[in-house]
């Protein structure tokens, strides 16, 4: 099993910046593909962005590209997303997530771990 917990969410207004974190205890981490997804009220779960276990591979969803960075830090079992230039529309419930295997991706499906999910709230 793999624990993972998110933290960082919070109030920001439009145009600003958020760190998100997720720290992960259990078995091991630095093998595994970790993700970002977030769910806004009424809509489904949606991928923001995922990194491989080496970091080498790295992707986004088209609506974050060049405002959102994941990184990830096995020497310390984190996996981080910066947010920049917030908008409104990205308020949601963000959830830090955790393949078996090392390579990321975009679907949900794909994911075998799940935090609890952190709060973000963009006001306009």
């Known amino acids: 099993q793999v624990q993972l917990v998110e933290s960082g969410g919070g109030l920001v207004q439009a145009g600003g910046s958020l760190r998100l974190s997720c720290a992960a205890s259990?078995?091991?981490?630095?093998?595994?593909?970790m993700g970002w997804f977030r769910q806004a009220p009424g809509k489904e779960r949606e991928f923001v962005a995922a990194?491989?276990?080496?970091?080498?591979?790295?992707y986004y969803h088209d609506s974050v590209k060049g405002r959102f960075t994941i990184s990830r830090d096995n020497t310390k079992n984190t996996v981080n997303l910066q947010m920049g230039s917030l908008k409104a529309e990205d308020t949601a419930v963000y959830y830090c997530?955790?393949?078996?295997?090392?390579?990321?991706?975009?679907?949900?499906?794909?994911?075998?771990?799940w935090g609890q999910g952190t709060q973000v709230t963009v006001s306009s």
């Open positions: 997530a955790a393949r078996r295997i090392e390579a990321g991706s975009r679907r949900y499906d794909d994911y075998d771990y």
């Open positions: 990194i491989s276990w080496s970091g080498g591979s790295i």
């Open positions: 259990g078995r091991t981490f630095s093998s595994r593909a």
